[in-house]
C-alpha cells in the first residue's frame, strides 16, 4: 500500500496530484454546477451513513485496544470507544432516547464480540492502533483544524451571483463555513484501515470495496452541494500521507501504543 511501492513512486504521485488540485482549482465551481442534484439517492445515503463504516472500524479498534491493556489506559480508551458509539448512534437516529439507547447497545454489542474473539496475536492489536492512529490524526486533528482556518463557503451556502465563492488555495480565516476540507470523505477514508487486520487476497479485497466506497461518498458530498472537488481531494492527500507514514515501520510509533 506505500506509495513508494507503486510504480511511478512519490515523485508521480506528487506530479499526479499537482495537476488534479490544479484542475480542481479552475473547475471546483463548475463541476459543482453540473453535479449538485444529479443523484440524490447517493447524496442521501452518504450524508446520513457515509461516516457509520468509518466510526464502526474506529469503535472496534478502540475495544480491542481496551481488551488488551489495563489501568487507567484502559479507562481512556473506554472513553474514546464511546465517541463512535455515539455518532453512529446520531446517524441512526434523531430522538434523544433511541440515540442514548443505542450507544450503550451498540458499545456493549462490539465489546462482547471483540471479547469473544480474543486479541492474543499482536498483529491484531497493532492494526488496532494504526487505525486509531489513522483516525486520530486524519478526520479528527488534521481535518478538523484545517476547517476551522479556511471558512470556505458550501456550495449549497453560496448566493445566486456566486460571489462568495473562494478557490481552494485561498483561506478566509474563521467564519462558520467548514466546506474545506471533506470531513465525510476523511471519516471514509478509516475503512481502508480495515486492510491492516488482513493478509493476501482478504487484504487486496478490503482495498478495492473500501476505493469504492471512498469514491462514492466523495461523489454524494459533491452532489449535495456540501463540498467542491478539492474539499475531497484534499482529504484524499492527508489521508495518502498518513496512510504512507503507517506503512512505513521505520521510526513509526503509535500514538495508541500500549
Not at 221 to 246: C, E, N
Amino acid at each position: 500500500m506505500g506509495i513508494s511501492q507503486r510504480p511511478f513512486g512519490i515523485v508521480g504521485f506528487v506530479i499526479l496530484w499537482i495537476i488534479l488540485f490544479v484542475l480542481a482549482a479552475i473547475f471546483d465551481l463548475s463541476i459543482s454546477q453540473s453535479l449538485v442534484g444529479s443523484s440524490e439517492t447517493i447524496g442521501h445515503i452518504t450524508a446520513e451513513y457515509g461516516e457509520v463504516p468509518g466510526f464502526l472500524l474506529i469503535l472496534v479498534s478502540a475495544l480491542i485496544l481496551v481488551s488488551s491493556t489495563e489501568g487507567k489506559r484502559q479507562l481512556l480508551y473506554i472513553l474514546v470507544a464511546m465517541i463512535p458509539s455515539v455518532a453512529i448512534s446520531l446517524a441512526l437516529w434523531e430522538e434523544l432516547l433511541p440515540q442514548i439507547i443505542s450507544s450503550v447497545l451498540i458499545f456493549f454489542l462490539v465489546y462482547q464480540l471483540v471479547a469473544n474473539v480474543g486479541i492474543e496475536d499482536p498483529r491484531v492489536v497493532e492494526a488496532a492502533q494504526k487505525t486509531a492512529t489513522f483516525a486520530t490524526l486524519v478526520p479528527l486533528v488534521l481535518i478538523l483544524s484545517i476547517k476551522s482556518i479556511w471558512g470556505r463557503v458550501r456550495y449549497r451556502d453560496l448566493d445566486p451571483s456566486f460571489s462568495n465563492f473562494t478557490p481552494w488555495y485561498f483561506p478566509q480565516g474563521y467564519t462558520g463555513n467548514f466546506s474545506f476540507p471533506s470531513g465525510h470523505a476523511g471519516m471514509a477514508w478509516v475503512t481502508i484501515c480495515l486492510m491492516y487486520y488482513f493478509t493476501g487476497r482478504r487484504r487486496l479485497i478490503i482495498q478495492v470495496v473500501s476505493g469504492i466506497w471512498i469514491v462514492l461518498v466523495s461523489y454524494g458530498r459533491i452532489v449535495v452541494g456540501a463540498h467542491y472537488l478539492s474539499d475531497v481531494l484534499f482529504s484524499a492527500t492527508l489521508s495518502l500521507i498518513v496512510l504512507y507514514l503507517l506503512d512505513r515501520r521505520i521510526k513509526y510509533q503509535s500514538l495508541f501504543s500500549i
